[in-house]
Nanobody, 114 residues
């Protein structure tokens, strides 16, 4: 009964910024690593960023390193993805994920036009 709900997507101009949030319920949130994935039409769902349970360790795919920041607030059961210097190649549906449960949210659309 783990549930994840993403929010914050939308249309952003190239070079702009956006903050995505994911609120989790049904688990002891602070015990689990969290991930953000994204999927563009016709492409596989790819891991974008991950964060350890206490937030002390993060990892990013090379294409977003230096531009995106993953963080979490365990008191609010929330994981956040702050995206800056957005590019058209970042256009995708973004999903949060709890790997230990293989739980997924419904996704939020991010569009960066050319």
């Amino acid at each position: 009964q783990v549930q994840l709900v993403e929010s914050g997507g939308g249309l952003v101009q190239p070079g702009g910024s956006l903050r995505l949030s994911c609120v989790a319920s049904g688990l002891t949130f602070s015990w689990y690593a969290m991930r953000w994935y994204r999927q563009a039409p016709g492409k596989e769902r790819d891991l974008v960023a991950s964060i350890s349970p206490a937030g002390g360790s993060t990892n990013y795919v090379d294409s977003v390193k230096g531009r995106f920041t993953i963080s979490r607030d365990n008191a609010e059961n929330t994981v956040t993805l702050i995206m800056t210097s957005l590019k058209p190649e970042d256009t995708a549906v973004y999903y949060c994920n709890v790997p230990a449960y293989n739980a997924w949210g419904q996704g939020t659309q991010v569009t960066v036009p050319s």
